[in-house]
């Protein structure tokens, strides 16, 4: 099973938005609706921000927003702020029952 | 509030194995899948595999099915991952997460080094 797709980095100015892609295929992300978002901080595990495609964890801010559309998947960060900058990873249930990570975008807040 | 407890940092040489241990509490240890994820020195995550403690079951990428091998112990809902036949490009942070149900990684462990190196 072959990873997804993310763009290496994105960027967005403080109070702007920024949206991630996370390309898959018909065998994962197109397939099931299991996919899911995480934020990495230097030096600290990953955070959960989403799930089942747009799914908040409680305590995740409502500025983080996620959708699908065929075989990609979307997070959209609203009005960013400086502790967003981090890297994010998207996630996905695939057939045969295994999971598959994207490689990683860098978020840069300007 | 979850909390996964990992075991320290490890330094293992080419073809040894290492045993990596989660200590889980905060939750029935019983009603949550354990995975585990690793990641390289400035790379990105890697699924190891995940086990259903309270059956055993357990599933592996095909890459790694031959090395990897998860075990729980329910008495002290402690979890581990044990890796062989180590390589150097198996140096990693390795984390084990838990999964509620929803297939994915809701609460983490803050992570083991395991370096491997000659």
């Known amino acids: 099973q072959s990873a997804l797709t993310q763009p290496p980095s994105a960027s967005g100015s403080l109070g702007q938005s920024v949206t991630i892609s996370c390309t898959g295929s018909?065998?994962?992300?197109?397939?099931?609706?299991?996919v899911s978002w995480y934020q990495q901080h230097p030096g600290k595990a990953p955070k959960h921000l989403m799930y089942?495609?747009?799914q908040r964890p409680s305590g995740v801010p409502d500025r983080f927003s996620g959708s699908r559309s065929g075989n990609t998947a979307f997070l959209t960060v609203s009005g960013l702020q400086a502790e967003d900058e981090g890297d994010y990873y998207c996630?996905?249930?695939?057939?045969?029952?295994?999971?598959?990570f994207g490689g990683g975008t860098k978020v840069t807040v300007l | 509030q979850v909390q996964l407890v990992q075991s320290g940092a490890e330094v293992k040489k080419p073809g040894a194995s290492v045993r990596v241990s989660c200590k889980a509490s905060?939750?029935?240890?019983?009603?949550?899948?354990i995975h585990w994820v690793r990641q390289a020195p400035g790379q990105g995550l890697e699924w190891m595999g995940r086990?259903?403690?309270?059956?055993?079951?357990?599933i592996y990428p095909q890459s790694l099915q031959d090395r990897v091998t998860l075990t729980s112990d329910l008495s002290i809902s402690t979890a581990y991952m044990d890796l062989s036949r180590l390589r150097s490009d198996d140096t990693a942070i390795y984390y084990c997460?838990?999964?509620?149900?929803?297939?994915?990684?809701?609460?983490w462990g803050h992570g083991t080094l395991v370096t491997v190196s000659a």
């Open positions: 997460a838990t999964d509620g149900g929803n297939h994915d990684f809701d609460d």
């Open positions: 905060g939750y029935p240890f019983t009603g949550r899948y």
């Open positions: 086990i259903i403690p309270v059956t055993g079951a357990t």
């Open positions: 018909s065998s994962d992300v197109g397939r099931f609706g299991y």
């Open positions: 089942y495609v747009s």
């Open positions: 996630s996905s249930y695939a057939d045969t029952d295994i999971w598959v």
